[in-house]
């Protein structure tokens, strides 16, 4: 069974840093697509970031680019969310998600996701 759990969310300051985690499990996922996404209530899922899972090639939405960086560490089946510079329209739950059909930003891609974990940036 697949299973993708988040953790590393909470409350920072604006200019702070947070790092999620998200653990994959049931499967190898070197070869697979990895996407962070985000949602505040309200409004639609949003992509965020995605990492390859052949060449380890990332994408960022442009909100987020030189302030987030996306890897992952194939040995534990993990994908990190580095972020950095927070700012309060930056909150929101973040969900991590798998895809086997490449690299996307379409929320349908992603076949499997992670139960979300809260952050919140303070002004």
């Known amino acids: 069974q697949v299973q993708l759990v988040e953790s590393g969310g909470g409350l920072v300051q604006a200019g702070g840093s947070l790092r999620l985690s998200c653990a994959a499990s049931?499967?190898?996922?070197?070869?697979?697509?990895m996407g962070w996404f985000r949602q505040t209530p309200g409004r639609e899922r949003e992509f965020v970031a995605g990492?390859?899972?052949?060449?380890?090639?990332?994408d960022y939405i442009d909100s987020v680019k030189g302030r987030f960086t996306i890897s992952r560490d194939e040995i534990w089946n993990t994908v990190y969310l580095e972020m950095n510079s927070l700012i309060p329209e930056d909150t929101a739950v973040y969900y991590c998600a798998t895809s086997t059909r490449g690299s996307s930003r379409r929320g349908d891609q992603y076949g499997y996701w992670g139960q979300g974990t809260q952050v919140t940036v303070s002004s």
């Open positions: 049931g499967r190898t996922f070197r070869w697979y697509t």
């Open positions: 990492i390859s899972g052949s060449a380890g090639t990332t």
